[in-house]
């Protein structure tokens, strides 16, 4: 298994793989940067006509409803519609799921085309959960951006989905959780920092996409959290604050290669590969 | 008054406020950063069909008109008048008022519902007075995002506001202007560096908000202005540039606390409190 | 010529003029800060009825089609056109052109309102000669929004637009290629650290748009390059990473001034001019 998140971490960087994006207002600079960090390219879309010519070219898309628009609904859902008819991965960022009719909406509209990883805070997972209607126990709160739930209550909701769609769910907090249909895995470490400044999951997600272009989806998911909790703590050693922290933390993982990962992500055992 | 403020740095650290945001693209990423770095919860919305449900959510709103899209009047108003009716405090940063016919109508729409707390530049309160009718002599001129009025010309305009809505005026510039309908405060100090780069004054009107949900509007804007003259201060010294100045700056009021709020706001006489 | 770009520098600063955007929603932030750093002022719009104002009140336009919202077609014409009938110099950006139709009609939309400067990467620059009929063969790929051509390969399509617009054009890549209807030029050196961050295009092109308000088209396009080049060069110099690279050329765009250009621009024989 290290062996091969090693090897997407190498992928990302050999191959630059194109991600189109479909994302937050709030976050979309740091998703790009964060992309092109480890490897990837990004572009970036808004429109309905756009999302098949995206999806063409694209080897992964990266769907995120954070900020809706009076066109999201449609272009979003085409965004999932053509990434899953040609096969493409595609990432869901289901951002504060359960505010608002129109989010509601695109977020029931997706199910259908099965989004090969899902990645969100505890409250986010649960609520997608509910909303898609594979659990029978209906619980979590709707609490806008930032999780009121712990990640451990959404380790059988992220399951459900795992199971449901045949890709990968990764439950980002203090331990990320990451689980297939059958196989899961926790990953600890990293720093709180990261809670202090906006878009840390968001670009989580968008560097997902990125390893997804050039792995399975458990291993985009695995490679992206331990880049992420390597990258933090690495960051946190030199940061001032918040925005030091942000800028060290881009640089981190700018500088991370198949030998920084071998030598940072393994070099204690941190997770439960 | 001192006691009051350095209450509100310290609070909206420990209760962490939900605060919900219709703001512009161009600085949304900044806002939500200064907001998270002072202690607050970010979430920022734009569909009309959010508004109803961030308001009840959120501890405090804040709206800024400063790039309005298809959907911006609807949204903005929905979102001013939720928030009148919960009782929420909501803070209006009238960017580039007297601009284009959408924003001025929206401008027109939100006088009913009271800001709690306005902030802008000279020339936008200024404007501002003169388009809800505050004001016999029309003065000011529509120059963009950029004020062409000194901050003392509007001190008549922001006093016609407070007293109008009830709430606070804060008039950011050299020396700030925060008055309410009675009592009015300058703070001075600051560094110049600040407008050298975009968003100083909308990530001090989403400061502004996350501490009007702890504090009265006075002590809010007070706080902010405090928050912002003296973390810029602090800024200068480290910067290099106008980039580097950014992340120190945020650095800064991610730092700020009721102790160094007390060692830093009050060190000096800078204000006239 | 190297007089006239060392004015554009001192101009741009002492002048301040305003330039108003509409750009993109992944790098507005950056394009702003750039536009700062370089002296100019800077205001973003996004609605048609705000077209028309924005032009009266700018000295510059800057169109960046990065990202399309549901009315951009209606606003970037009317900003275009608006521009045309003042005889206010503008900057067309024409991102991943060839990318959905709505893009496509927008892009045949400004043809007639002959851009001052167009700044593209080659299949960018490729592309848009094709559309708008103005090389007779057909060449280039649509990619996204990175360059699979090289900059040579579009030295003819750039002349070719140059000669229709009267104005510049400006192919940003390894080695800048600038060209008016009769002279061209070729800006070496630089960083490729730029090719790591998002937004160098465009706030490239968007600096461009604050020297095209205080010089001529080919003048604006000479020194926005040569700046971009250098301060690059100057920040890889301290850059960590990706991030801190970013930092720093802001900072050194800010540093910029008469004196400075004269030592970085020329002190080695980098371009042709």
Not at 3 to 22: H, I, Q, T
Not at 238 to 265: H, N, P, R, V, Y
Request: charged share 15%; proline share 3%.
């Amino acid at each position: 298994m290290n062996k091969e998140v090693l090897r997407a971490v190498a992928d990302a960087r050999n191959k630059a793989p194109l991600v189109g994006s479909w994302t937050n207002f709030v976050t979309i600079n740091l998703v790009a940067n964060a992309q092109l960090a480890t490897g990837g390219r990004a572009a970036m879309c808004f429109l309905p006509d756009e999302a098949y010519p995206l999806s063409t070219i694209s080897q992964a898309i990266y769907i995120n409803v954070g900020t809706m628009n009076s066109v999201s609904r449609e272009a979003l859902t085409l965004a999932a519609k053509s990434s899953h008819e040609f096969g493409k991965p595609w990432v869901l960022d289901p951002v504060a799921a359960g505010l608002g009719d129109t989010r509601n909406a695109l977020i029931a509209d997706l199910k259908q085309y099965k989004p090969s990883v899902v990645r969100g805070n505890a409250s986010e997972i649960i609520t997608l959960a509910n909303m898609w209607g594979l659990q029978t126990e209906t619980k979590g709160e709707v609490s806008g951006v930032d999780s009121t739930d712990s990640v451990e209550s959404a380790h059988d909701s992220a399951k459900s989905i795992a199971k449901y769609t045949g890709g990968a769910v990764c439950v980002s907090g203090a331990v990320d959780y990451i689980t297939g249909a059958k196989t899961s895995f926790q990953v600890g470490g990293g720093s709180a920092l990261l809670k202090g400044i906006t878009g840390a999951g968001c670009s989580l997600a968008g560097v997902i996409a990125v390893y997804a272009a050039v792995a399975s989806p458990l291993i985009a998911a695995l490679a992206g959290s331990l880049a992420f909790k390597y990258a933090s703590e690495e960051a946190a050693k030199i940061a001032k604050g918040s925005f030091s922290f942000q800028t060290a933390f881009i640089d981190c993982l700018s500088l991370l290669d198949e030998a920084a990962a071998a030598g940072g992500f393994f070099r204690k055992p941190r997770d439960t590969i």
